[in-house]
């Protein structure tokens, strides 16, 4: 679609993308299916989609895995059909197979690890390996680390040594090793030592990346990075604070970072290339009395609630409801700005 032209249509030798299977969407139950069942039909049409979809757009796509934790969630256990540590294998299994034989093109694969302790990690390493070895003439082109892979720092050097020992983190074949959802700052330094070691003794095209969704689940959440703090031997991190989001604002010609911190919602505020010159009007875009694309008024804190016909809203027991703080005064666009601020903060940071 035109909306993924920048995705489709890229230049290829000047940029590089990771696509992810969806095994925490698996996971969670959000896509409902027998996954333990290699004949379910839900399971292999999603399957199929996932692949077409990494094939259209990656340089690199993750394995399907489904993560070890899954059948501890009894919602989302009962959801996916996984109900033992053993299914979550045997599911991962198979969804390898399907992408080794199934992929096109240039697409490489990673091939992703999981386990919630250092035996199960190793028990799903040794099961998984295989699919990065000359068993296939076309072996998955790195790892990526899940579970916790990613957050262990003696269990990920452990598994690094016995990759290179196992001929698996070979230059031009196993180059690319990819940690899931990890935010911390001082994984950002530790990860990088670590390449900087691989490339040195082991692998010298070894690439680690790492990925969070910090930035777009706090903008999400009504919040925004106000600043990076790194104190020597404390604690690191990247201030995500309640952004402003108040009706008066929409007519308030100061910049977004002159406002915030002259009325007190943020101590400290530091600009990032998106916020620098920003007005906070442009944040906080609506007025009192402004209606919303439905039709609905905005009202401020205190105010009776109202419909579309300027009617009073009622409760369940026929009571007007009053609105205990400000309609948002935020449109689509005010959180594209401010999820393009919480990306560029965050990258800064690491």
């Not at 790195?142 to 262990?152: E, K, L, T, V």
Request: proline share 3%; charged share 25%.
């Amino acid at each position: 679609s035109e909306k993924e032209d920048m995705l489709r249509n890229r230049d290829r030798d000047n940029s590089w993308l990771l696509g992810d299977s969806g095994g925490f969407q698996i996971a969670k139950g959000v896509w409902p299916g027998r996954w333990a069942d290699p004949t379910d039909k839900k399971s292999e049409q999603q399957r199929e989609k996932v692949l077409k979809w990494q094939m259209g757009i990656s340089t690199y796509g993750m394995t399907m895995d489904i993560p070890t934790w899954t059948y501890l969630d009894k919602e989302a256990s009962e959801a996916c059909g996984i109900k033992s540590y053993k299914d979550a294998v045997d599911a991962t299994l198979f969804n390898n197979e399907f992408w080794m034989k199934s992929r096109g093109g240039d697409l490489k694969i990673l091939n992703v690890l999981q386990g919630s302790n250092h035996t199960e990690a190793d028990s799903w390493y040794d099961t998984m390996k295989k699919f990065c070895s000359d068993k296939y003439d076309r072996p998955f082109d790195g790892w990526g680390m899940g579970g916790q892979n990613m957050c262990d720092v003696h269990l990920l050097l452990k598994r690094i040594v016995t990759l290179h020992y196992d001929g698996l983190l070979q230059s031009g074949v196993h180059d690319v090793m990819h940690f899931l959802g990890t935010s911390k700052l001082e994984w950002a330094c530790l990860l990088t030592d670590v390449q900087r070691a691989v490339r040195k003794y082991y692998n010298p095209t070894f690439m680690v990346t790492f990925d969070c969704a910090s930035p777009f689940l706090a903008t999400a959440n009504g919040q925004v990075y106000t600043s990076n703090e790194t104190p020597d031997r404390g604690k690191w991190t990247y201030r995500m604070l309640p952004s402003v989001d108040e009706l008066k604002y929409a007519t308030d010609t100061r910049t977004f970072k002159d406002a915030t911190t002259q009325d007190g919602i943020f101590k400290v505020f530091e600009d990032s290339p998106l916020t620098d010159g920003l007005l906070v009007s442009d944040i906080c875009t609506y007025k009192k009395g402004d209606r919303n694309k439905i039709g609905v008024p905005k009202v401020s804190a205190g105010e009776v609630e109202l419909d579309k016909n300027d009617q009073p809203v009622l409760d369940a027991k026929g009571n007007q409801i009053v609105r205990k703080k400000d309609s948002t005064s935020w449109d689509s666009f005010s959180y594209a700005i401010q999820m393009g601020h919480n990306v560029w903060t965050h990258i800064n940071a690491v």
